[in-house]
T-cell receptor, first 112, second 114 residues
Framework: KNQVEQSPQSLIILEGKNCTLQ??????????LRWYKQDTGRGPVSLTI?????NTKSNGRYTATLDADTKQSSLHITASQLSDSASYIC???????????FGRGTSLIVHP | EAQVTQNPRYLITVTGKKLTVTCSQN?????MSWYRQDPGLGLRQIYY???????DKGDVPEGYKVSRKEKRNFPLILESPSPNQTSLYFC?????????????FGPGTRLTVL
């Protein structure tokens, strides 16, 4: 069983709407929780990173939250744009290891 | 421009024909890795390298080889490709920081084995 589970698997929203993607992890503590954005046909690019002790981190219209008690992270996208159409991947990172644990991603499609 | 490059970007080959996918980074990173990405399975690590001449298996190493003769290059070798190795492959280079290690991914190589 993957230690990082993401939901939903896919999501379709209209341009301008907000959405929230979920990430549940089973093993803690860890060093960091990172969200990547992966455009179709390209490699993932880091969006946000939070340490185990942080609750929230923003990057423009993207806001990530972390609840260590429930072992959940979420990525909230505000006022979605067509360019937000991509796969979003949640990753658990251990500081003592260089082997991150990847979620399977959420595929987001933003329609005009 | 800091980047990770991979070649080729697309490759169609036949079962058993040896191939190499090259990966190069210009950021002087010590740590590099290879992933494959399949629908519904996400990114899975094939091999990683902590430094020159230091490599180790990831989660799915069967059927693959790597080498790290110099810091900037980390080629992925398929000695005898099989159809189950049809996938999207990513090379990544890691910037080691005080509190986090950020991975920079290449553009990907889409491999089809017939």
């Amino acid at each position: 069983k993957n230690q990082v589970e993401q939901s939903p698997q896919s999501l379709i929203i209209l341009e301008g709407k907000n959405c929230t993607l979920q990430c549940n992890y089973t093993v803690s503590p860890f060093s960091n929780l990172r969200w990547y954005k992966q455009d179709t046909g390209r490699g993932p690019v880091s969006l946000t990173i939070m340490t185990f002790s942080e609750n929230t981190k923003s990057n423009g219209r993207y806001t990530a939250t972390l609840d260590a008690d429930t072992k959940q992270s979420s990525l909230h996208i505000t006022a979605s744009q067509l360019s937000d159409s991509a796969s979003y991947i949640c990753v658990r990172e251990d500081g003592g290891s260089y082997i991150p644990t990847f979620g399977r991603g959420t595929s987001l499609i933003v329609h005009p | 421009e800091a980047q990770v490059t991979q070649n080729p970007r697309y490759l169609i080959t036949v079962t058993g024909k040896k191939l190499t996918v090259t990966c190069s980074q210009n950021m002087n990173h010590e740590y590099m890795s290879w992933y494959r990405q399949d629908p519904g399975l996400g990114l899975r690590q094939i091999y990683y390298s902590m430094n020159v001449e230091v490599t180790d298996k990831g989660d799915v190493p069967e059927g693959y080889k790597v080498s790290r003769k110099e810091k900037r290059n980390f080629p992925l070798i398929l000695e005898s490709p099989s159809p189950n190795q049809t996938s999207l492959y990513f090379c990544a280079s890691t910037r080691q920081g005080r509190s986090s290690n950020e991975q920079f991914f290449g553009p990907g190589t889409r491999l089809t084995v017939l």
